[in-house]
C-alpha cells in the first residue's frame, strides 16, 4: 500500500491558497517546494512513491504544491523566486515547526539555501540534491546557445505542455531523464497534465530561469549536504559542484546516475538514501557527543551578546561589520542548535563557553 498523505492547506500573504501534504511520523523533515508537484498523486506516482517512501520512514516529510501546482491555487498572480520564499516561511509557520532540517530538490535548492540565509535559528540541516547558484538568466555574460536552450524549453511548454505529444515530451525527457522506461515516459506525460496548465509551466520555467543565490549561498550556517547526477542533463554536474563548494563546510556527493531526480530503481537511489539517513541521524547524536567548539571570534561575538549588546555595537567593539557579526551569530546558532539568542545564551553559559 502507498502511504497516505495527510492533506492540508494554508494561505499565503497575498491570499493564494497552499496544499501540504505530510507522510509518515517523527521529527519533521521539510522539502521546499519545487516544479511538477501534486500531493495527490505524488505517493502513488512512479516518479515520486519511493520518495515519499522513504523519507517518511523515520520523519514527518512535509511537503507542499507550490503556487500554480497541484492542489494549490492555479493561477496565482505571482509566480517569483520572492513568492517562493514566502511560501515556504507560510507552510513551515502554519505547521508550528520551530527548528527542522530541510531538502532541497532542483529549483527547490535555492530556495532552501534562501531560506536557511533567512532563518539561520530554523533550519537544522541542509540537504540539496541537484541544485545551482544561477539559472539561464540569471548567468551573467551568458553564451548566446544557453539562451537558446532556454527559449526552446520555454516554447515547448507553451506550445504543448501536457498534450502528450512526441516532440514535446522528447525535450523534457531529455532534459529530466537520461534513462527512463516507457511507463516512466508515460508518467511524466501524466504528471505534466495533473500538476499545472501549459500557461503556468511557461511561467514556472521564466521564474526559475531568474533564481540567483551565488551571494547567498556562503552564507548558509548549518550542516550541509550536497547531491549532484553526474549525467543531469537539465542542472549540469559542475553547477551542483559549484553550490557546495561555495557553501562553508558543505559535503558534496557525486551520484552515477543520468536522471535529474532518481528513480526508486537505480543504485544512485539506494546511495543516496544511505547518504541521508547518516546525515540525519547525526543531528539527533550531535547533543550527546562532545560539547560544540566555537572559535575565538565567536566566544566574543556570544560573550557580547550575552551582555546584551546589539549587532551594530558588537561590530563597534570588536571592530567588525555588522553583517559579519550576523554571521557569527547565525554558525553560533547552528554550532549550539539553538533557535534564539537568548536559547544560545543559556547553552553557552551551561557549557561554560562565557567564561
Given at each position: ?17 497552499l496544499?501540504v501534504?505530510?507522510?509518515?511520523s ?8 519545487t ?8 505517493a ?6 519511493h520518495?515519499?517512501e ?8 512535509v511537503?507542499?504544491d ?14 517569483s523566486p ?5 511560501d ?15 531538502l ?8 532552501a539555501?534562501?531560506?536557511a ?61 537520461g ?55 537539465l ?17 558534496f ?12 530503481e537505480e ?17 539527533g ?28 555595537e ?5 571592530s567588525?561589520?555588522p ?33
Amino acid at each position: 500500500m502507498p502511504p497516505l498523505p495527510d492533506i492540508r492547506f494554508c494561505t499565503a500573504p497575498d491570499g493564494v491558497k497552499l496544499a501540504v501534504g505530510s507522510y509518515g511520523s517523527g521529527p519533521p523533515l521539510v522539502r521546499a517546494g519545487t516544479w511538477l508537484t501534486h500531493v495527490e498523486h505524488d505517493a502513488t506516482s512512479p516518479l515520486t512513491r519511493h520518495w515519499c517512501e522513504e523519507l517518511g520512514r523515520s520523519h514527518r516529510y512535509v511537503t507542499y504544491d507550490g503556487r500554480g501546482c497541484g492542489l494549490s491555487d492555479r493561477v496565482p498572480s505571482d509566480v517569483s523566486p520572492e513568492a517562493w520564499l514566502s511560501d515556504l516561511e507560510t507552510v513551515v509557520d502554519g505547521l508550528g515547526l520551530a527548528r527542522f532540517p530541510l531538502l532541497g530538490m532542483s529549483m527547490g535548492a535555492p530556495i532552501a539555501v534562501s531560506y536557511a540565509v533567512k532563518h539561520p535559528d530554523r533550519v537544522s540541516r541542509l540537504i540539496l540534491f541537484g541544485g545551482f547558484l544561477r539559472a539561464y538568466f540569471s548567468t551573467k555574460n551568458p553564451d548566446p546557445r544557453v539562451l537558446e536552450e532556454a527559449d526552446v524549453l520555454l516554447k515547448s511548454a507553451r506550445l504543448g505542455w501536457g498534450t502528450g505529444s512526441a516532440a514535446l515530451r522528447q525535450v523534457f525527457v531529455a532534459k529530466l531523464m537520461g534513462e527512463a522506461t516507457e511507463a516512466q515516459r508515460q508518467a511524466f506525460d501524466e504528471r505534466q497534465r495533473v500538476t499545472s496548465s501549459p500557461e503556468m509551466a511557461e511561467r514556472y520555467l521564466r521564474a526559475m530561469f531568474s533564481l540567483d543565490v551565488k551571494d547567498l549561498a556562503p552564507r548558509v550556517a548549518c550542516p550541509t549536504l550536497v547531491f549532484h547526477s553526474r549525467g543531469d542533463q537539465l542542472i549540469f554536474f559542475d553547477q551542483g559542484r559549484k553550490l557546495a563548494a561555495s557553501i562553508p563546510g558543505a559535503r558534496f556527493v557525486p551520484l552515477e546516475s543520468k536522471n535529474h531526480l532518481l528513480f526508486g530503481e537505480e543504485p544512485a537511489w539506494h546511495a543516496f538514501v544511505a547518504e541521508v539517513r547518516s546525515f540525519l541521524a547525526a543531528e539527533g547524536t550531535a547533543s550527546a557527543s562532545a560539547p560544540p567548539a566555537l572559535t575565538s571570534r565567536q566566544r566574543e561575538v556570544i560573550r557580547a551578546v550575552a551582555r546584551g549588546l546589539t549587532d551594530k555595537e558588537i561590530a563597534r567593539e570588536l571592530s567588525l561589520s555588522p553583517r559579519t557579526v550576523e554571521m557569527h551569530v547565525a554558525r553560533i546558532l547552528a554550532a549550539l542548535e539553538c533557535a534564539n539568542r537568548a536559547q544560545a545564551v543559556g547553552k553557552a553559559k551551561g557549557l561554560g563557553l562565557l567564561d
